[in-house]
């Protein structure tokens, strides 16, 4: 099986706490430009339909209304938990798709291909993907099969790791290496994450260099 895009769902996951930014990171801007707007543009033309995992209200800048819901469980269960609503959402609206990819709000500069390369690297219809990079694995930029919505459910309401690696280990997912970035200053993880405010200064330079 190699599955093609055409018929893969892409969900945003903005259902953090952004305990480390100290506000809500779907909101803050870099370059002017909020970062639930600039996952939605960077993913869009890689899936067949676009929405958001959020746990709280969402606004859009740019005017732009996608689907947004809310993690299935109130009691936190961190990424993996917006990926089973995620799953769940693919379910119930995209019938014909075997998997949905995911990304996180905070990595502004993740590849143009990621979801075409990932798709390449699946086998089966129960087959997770996950993408890596010289920074290490980015187990929430991955494919994961609509029909192991039941198997997560299970896992976390059994009290399963809530480490979204554990849940790839015993999946035994396949990993797909993606290149750094070059630019003039050197080399940028594409999966650069931003997590504090730190982060975010550093990311406002690296738009800066891309941009040049
Ligand atoms: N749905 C959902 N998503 C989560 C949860 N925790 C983290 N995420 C998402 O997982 C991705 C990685 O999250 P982190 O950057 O590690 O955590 P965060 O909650 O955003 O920020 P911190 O509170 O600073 O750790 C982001 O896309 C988050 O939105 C959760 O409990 N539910
Ligand atoms: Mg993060």
Partial sequence: MATTTEDIPGVILAGGLSSR?????????????????????????????????????????EGEELPVFADLDTARAGPLGGILAALDHAGKHHPGA?????????????????????????DGPER?????????????FALWPVALAGDL??????????????????HQAREVAFPPVETPRGPLDPFFNINTPDDLAAAENWLWILER
């Fill in 128 to 140: 997770i993907v996950a993408a890596r990079s010289a920074g290490g694995l980015h187990p929430v």
């Fill in 98 to 122: 075997s998997h949905v990819a995911t990304v996180p709000i905070d990595s502004p500069f993740f590849p143009a291909d990621l979801v075409a390369r990932l798709a390449r690297a699946a």
């Fill in 153 to 170: 459910a299970a896992w976390l309401a059994g009290g399963g790791a809530l480490r979204v690696r554990s849940y790839l280990e015993r």
């Fill in 21 to 61: 930014m100290g506000e809500d990171k779907a909101r803050i801007r870099l370059g002017g430009v909020c970062l639930l707007d600039r996952a939605a543009r960077r993913l869009a033309p890689q899936v067949s339909a676009l929405a958001v995992n959020a746990n709280g209200p969402v606004l859009f800048a």
